[in-house]
């Protein structure tokens, strides 16, 4: 069995190369996986790539990036529950004896538990990758449930999907607030507006969730809040968050905090996308084979016009 692979490897900050490390053998409850490709996420990847990652168990370099990661099933172990052949969608791994795998997925070939890889259609492609983005989206405004979100702050891929899963739910049509010009168009045939903040004058939203990452964007929100409201933050944040309590007082606002998804959570969202009703079209802006990983990891965090980078493997054998 060969257990070598190409990674993408983060040695310290703003420090990235693809590099040949070793896997960990599979046991009988393991997949091996051959990536075809793999996401860049301008969140929680621009801040180790950056160093401003707030520490956290399992946090240190040299370390594998990448948790939207497809590829195909080339081993399976007896208890795996898998197939080889199998397209799978993969949320990260921690298989390599040379680097952690603090997110992992962002490799030639990977090693991971067969009951964490998920099974998906063939012609979903390319767009697989989007399934923890859907997922973080999904769970971040308590699925179709939970009540409608009315205005969603932010109008990257994340946002996006905030909105048009918000807007499956009866009767809703959210708002969302975008600044940059080029970042507000894409909302056509999906359900939902995009404004400039400065241009909305309401103060009654129910439900706002932000994805801005913004750590001072709270007193902005609870000025537009309906008493009783509910602020959901969905975003990444490397400062402290802060707010003024007068106001939020006098609203009764509640502040959500968003964490990452749970399987339940990418199950639902593969019914509605196989289902038609979750477009992940549009998404996907920019592609760069796996050879060119430093640039792409550049253009992902430095062009706002990239919505989503990914990395094509299928030519690193």
């Keep these: 069995m060969n257990l070598d692979t190409l990674a993408v490897v983060l040695d310290q900050p703003e420090s990235l190369a693809l590099k040949p490390l070793t896997l960990t053998p599979p046991g009988d409850a393991d997949v091996m996986v051959a990536i075809e490709w793999s996401g860049i996420s301008t969140g929680t990847e621009r801040l180790l790539w950056s160093g401003r990652m707030p520490s956290f168990p399992g946090m240190g370099y040299p370390l594998v990036p990448g948790y939207e990661s497809v590829g195909r099933v080339t081993w399976a172990g007896d208890r795996s529950g898998l197939e080889v052949g199998q397209r799978v969608f993969v949320p990260g791994a921690r298989c390599y004896n040379e680097a952690r795998g603090l997110f992992g997925g962002a490799a030639s070939r990977i090693v991971l538990p067969g009951a964490r890889a998920v099974p998906v259609s063939d012609a979903l492609g390319e767009e697989a990758v989007l399934l923890a983005l859907a997922a973080t989206a999904y769970h971040a405004i308590g699925g179709l449930g939970a009540g409608p979100v009315d205005l969603v702050i932010g109008h990257g891929v994340l946002g996006r999907l905030v909105a048009r899963i918000a807007a499956l739910i009866e009767g ?146």
């Design 172 to 317: 809703a049509r959210p708002t969302v607030w975008e600044t940059n010009p080029e970042r507000a168009r894409g909302a056509e045939g999906h359900g939902y507006q995009v404004v400039a903040p400065d241009q909305d004058h309401r103060t009654d939203y129910r439900r706002i969730c932000d994805v801005s990452g913004d750590s001072g964007i709270l007193d902005t929100l609870i000025a537009r809040m309906a008493p009783g409201g509910e602020v959901i933050l969905a975003g990444f944040y490397s400062q402290p968050l802060s707010f003024s309590f007068p106001p939020a007082f006098m609203r009764e606002t509640r502040i959500q905090v968003a964490a990452e998804w749970r399987p339940p959570d990418i199950v639902a969202v593969k019914q509605l996308v196989d289902s038609g009703r979750l477009s992940l079209d549009g998404l996907i802006t920019h592609r760069e084979p796996a050879s060119r990983a430093d640039a792409a990891y550049r253009t992902a965090f430095g062009d706002p016009n990239c919505l989503k980078m990914i990395l094509d493997w299928r030519s690193i054998s």
